[in-house]
């Protein structure tokens, strides 16, 4: 299971790369900075919250995780 200090460094650092992505596409289509940059920072506030609680959401489903055993060598 992940600890709560990596999901947060996980999420922040996804938002950093995809809020340059939304913020780069909506300089292109509209060719306005101040606006580009409005609608990356609103993106990044909404989706950093949702992500972060999309990823302790998964923390607890079992699906897919094997139970490894520690071998002990006698």
């Given at each position: 299971?992940?600890?709560?200090?990596?999901?947060?460094a996980k999420?922040?650092?996804?938002?950093?790369l995809?809020?340059a992505?939304?913020?780069?596409?909506?300089?292109a289509i509209?060719?306005k900075?101040?606006?580009?940059a409005?609608?990356?920072?609103a993106?990044?506030?909404?989706k950093l919250?949702?992500?972060f609680?999309?990823?302790r959401?998964w923390n607890r489903?079992?699906?897919?995780r094997?139970?490894?055993?520690?071998?002990?060598?006698?």
């Amino acid at each position: 299971m992940e600890s709560t200090r990596r999901s947060v460094a996980k999420a922040l650092s996804w938002r950093l790369l995809a809020t340059a992505i939304t913020t780069a596409l909506v300089y292109a289509i509209t060719g306005k900075g101040d606006f580009a940059a409005g609608i990356g920072l609103a993106d990044t506030s909404i989706k950093l919250f949702i992500y972060f609680g999309h990823e302790r959401l998964w923390n607890r489903i079992p699906y897919g995780r094997k139970d490894e055993q520690p071998e002990y060598f006698i």
